[in-house]
Nanobody, 123 residues
Framework: QLQASGGGLVQAGGSLRLSCTASGRTFSTYPMGWFRQAPGKEREFVVAINWRIGRTYYADSVKDRFTVSGDNAKNTVYLQMNSLKPEDTAVYYC??????????????????WGQGTQVTVSS
């Protein structure tokens, strides 16, 4: 129900825009998050957005470089990634948090996940 796309190979300092499109149901009223997982590491929080209150939450490592946005008409969430670094290399996942409980920063709080898209940043 969540389809992530837009990953690829980019040089350090470059940009990519990831998309996460929902199908089957509307997620526009629920908080959405992006997470990433590098080889051999735990899945980590990148950013979350709560549409209802208009707030975004960024990991310190991506603040001022990444921007989350959405298009309700397309049922799509975007992650604009600028000034990419080799340490941003990971599989990126989008997720929806339909339950009221749980932290935006925790993977366990999200109950719908996309399949992931690979982002590789070369030095």
């Amino acid at each position: 129900q969540l389809q992530a796309s837009g990953g690829g190979l980019v040089q350090a300092g470059g940009s990519l825009r990831l998309s996460c499109t929902a199908s089957g149901r509307t997620f526009s009223t629920y908080p959405m998050g992006w997470f990433r997982q590098a080889p051999g590491k735990e899945r980590e929080f990148v950013v979350a957005i709560n549409w209802r209150i208009g707030r975004t939450y960024y990991a310190d490592s991506v603040k001022d470089r990444f921007t989350v946005s959405g298009d309700n008409a397309k049922n799509t969430v975007y992650l604009q990634m600028n000034s990419l670094k080799p340490e941003d290399t990971a599989v990126y996942y989008c997720a929806a948090k339909t339950a009221a409980s749980g932290s935006y920063y925790d993977t366990g709080a999200y109950n719908y996940w996309g399949q992931g898209t690979q982002v590789t940043v070369s030095s």
